[in-house]
């Protein structure tokens, strides 16, 4: 079943950094789950690291990775993450807005 894929300590690890979450708040936002390209993010980070996150989400099975041929982009799979872990996307939104309230930012 997809969704089975998914490990708690993988997805927490990939979770841990800022800019990655920041990437799945936004994701998890945008209710048509589209596909997005890596640049398309606002990432105050070089392009090594932002490859390094974007492949992190991937390898956690949060994302998945779409191949344009000269370019790659992502897409949330949101439906894998909502089987598996009910409510995390919501609860990632959630914190954020709360860290932003009270200007408790990572």
Do not use: W
């Amino acid at each position: 079943m997809p969704g089975d894929d998914l490990d708690l300590g993988t997805v927490l690890r990939a979770l841990a950094d800022a800019h990655r979450r920041a990437v799945m708040i936004e994701l998890a936002a945008d209710r048509t789950d589209g596909e997005r390209t890596c640049h398309s993010f606002n990432l105050p980070v070089s392009k090594q690291t932002r490859t390094h996150h974007f492949r992190t989400l991937c390898d956690a099975g949060l994302l998945c990775e779409v191949d344009y041929g000269n370019k790659k982009g992502v897409r949330l799979r949101r439906a894998a993450i909502d089987r598996r872990f009910p409510g995390l996307l919501d609860l990632l939104a959630a914190e954020s807005s709360r860290s932003t309230r009270f200007g408790q930012e990572d």
